[in-house]
Every structure is written in C-alpha cells, then in structure tokens.
C-alpha cells in the first residue's frame, strides 16, 4: 500500500506528494519490467521501457528535490483536504485495477490495470497543483501529467489494436 500520512512530520503538500508518488512510480516500474517478460509485442515492449525510463527520472527528481520541498508549509486543513483527496482517488484507482478485465492474455491484463495506475498518478499531480507547492515540483507534475496521459492514449489505441 503507498503512504498516505505524511511521515516527515511537517505540514507540505509538497512533501506528502513526493512520498506518495514515489512509491507509486516504483510499482508502475515493476509492473512494466514484469511485462517485458511475458510479451513479444514490440510496442508494449516501447510502453513499458517508456515507463521505466520515464519514471525512473522522475523518481532521481522528486528526491533530488523532496529536502527543498518538504520546507513549502501548508495550513494544516490543505493538508487534510489534499490527503482526503489522495486518498480518495487511491481507492478509486486499486479498485479501478481490481476490476480490471481479466482476459487471460497479459498484454492485456497488463493495460487493463496500467491505464487506471497511470490515472491516478495524473489526478494526484492535478490534485497537488491546486495547492501552494514547491516551484521546484511544479514542472515535476506537469511531466507526470503529459507522460502519463500519453501513455494512457498509447494503451487504449493499442489495446484497440490488439483486439482487447
């Protein structure tokens, strides 16, 4: 399960969006190179070393910067509401992947499941920029927001493609 307190200790939106987003990003890592495993279909194979190249950076950057960002301090009821609203969209998404369609062909299951993770990454990025936030996050989001919302369309076409 990924972290939703905040485990610094201090009151950052910023912060508390670093330490979810990573391991967010360390599981769509995982499921992508599981995938590269099972699959011959070159362009889920592009997919997914998109993905972990893709997330593997934005991960080097969002600690490369998480020290600085953690000293950005909201009003502890920005917090709680940012929290409640992660929260939300985490359950949506694990439930989204559960009921996930499950075809017996990995390719895919694989895009089933990756579409709503890559979702949610999208709407915590959307959701932290409604707050005040580190500068230095800011262009951190919106790479997550472009990045994933390609690869959200890069699945569904091929997904069409494949006859799932």
């Not at 972990?52 to 917090?79: F, G, P």
Request: with cysteine.
């Amino acid at each position: 399960m990924y972290p939703l307190g905040n485990d610094s200790g201090n009151d950052s939106v910023s912060n508390n969006f670093i330490i979810q987003m990573i391991p967010h990003h360390r599981a769509a890592i995982e499921m992508s190179r599981n995938i590269l495993k099972y699959t011959t279909n070159i362009p889920l194979q592009e997919i997914a070393l998109g993905i972990i190249s893709e997330q593997t950076k934005s991960i080097e950057n969002m600690q490369q910067i998480q020290q600085r960002c953690a000293e950005c301090v909201n009003e502890a009821r920005e917090v709680s509401h940012y929290q409640k609203r992660v929260h939300w969209i985490m359950q949506k998404m694990f439930l989204d992947m559960t009921d996930a369609r499950s075809t017996n062909q990995v390719n895919c299951d694989f895009m089933w499941e990756m579409i709503p993770h890559h979702r949610g990454a999208v709407e915590m990025s959307k959701t932290a920029l409604q707050y005040n936030i580190c500068m230095e996050l800011r262009p951190v989001l919106e790479a997550i927001i472009t990045s994933q919302e390609r690869g959200i369309r890069q699945m569904c076409r091929l997904l069409q493609c494949i006859g799932c």
